[in-house]
């Protein structure tokens, strides 16, 4: 039976700072980091091993895949750092910090650029602190200005069905270490979750979400591992 075991990245400085971070590269902190550490032995401990992973280009996803595959004593296993599992571009609200954010345009409105479906931030202005157009890991990549979830969607699904979808049929048990956004993409699709629900769904940090597919990857069952 295939399966496909999804983390959130460990907590960020930018978490913990309470800042809209999006594209923007940060680091997890000794908190994430622990946070991965668990997640790795918690695979160990239930026999559920990684064979492949796939992550983003983002060092806070990177370090976490990192720190769980070393607890799980498969840090040696074959993995794909891409793009298009980064975390949704938060466009001009990236490096805001949020409560000031919410006082300065209203909850009500912050609230829908966090969390509508469709409904993009603000574009970041070019030139912009924050403007990663000259990053290298983005040479030949038309980065975006701002994303919503449904153009965050639009981006992970494919990547999901060109490199992960046959990996798994192929008998990989594959771990994806990435960001809230990212992942809530993969979970709407496999769970098969409305446009207006997936909005709500919280995806905790260092959390292992497990999968298990049948063979046409249709989800058999879904839990976190920790309750298992």
Do not use: C
């Not at 309470?18 to 590269?25: A, I, K, M, V």
């Not at 074959?78 to 209203?106: C, F, I, M, Q, V």
């Not at 979830?149 to 990547?159: E, G, N, S, W």
Request: aromatic fraction near 8%; glycine fraction near 8%.
């Amino acid at each position: 039976m295939p399966r496909l075991i999804l983390v959130r990245h460990g907590q960020s400085q930018w978490n913990l700072e309470n800042r809209f971070t999006g594209w923007w590269d940060v680091d997890v902190t000794e908190k994430g980091a622990a946070e991965a550490l668990a997640a790795g032995a918690l695979l160990k401990e239930k026999g559920l091993l990684p064979t492949l992973a796939f992550t983003s280009v983002q060092t806070r996803a990177i370090k976490t895949l990192h720190y769980v595959l070393e607890a799980a004593g498969r840090l040696w296993i074959p993995e794909t750092k891409d793009w298009r599992l980064n975390e949704r571009h938060y466009g001009g609200l990236t490096g805001l910090d949020k409560a000031e954010t919410a006082a300065k345009h209203g909850e009500d409105q912050v609230k829908i650029w966090r969390r509508s479906f469709d409904t993009p931030p603000p574009p970041l202005d070019k030139g912009s602190e924050f403007d990663l157009s000259g990053d290298p890991r983005y040479a030949g990549i038309d980065v975006p200005a701002t994303e919503s979830l449904k153009d965050t969607i639009a981006r992970v699904l494919p990547f999901y069905e060109a490199a992960i979808a046959p990996a798994l049929k192929a008998g990989e048990t594959v771990i994806v270490a990435a960001h809230g956004n990212s992942l809530r993409a993969l979970v709407k699709h496999l769970s098969g979750i409305s446009d207006a629900e997936i909005t709500g769904l919280e995806i905790p940090t260092g959390q292992p979400i497990v999968y298990e597919l049948d063979d046409s990857l249709v989800a058999v069952d879904r839990y976190y591992l920790s309750e298992r």
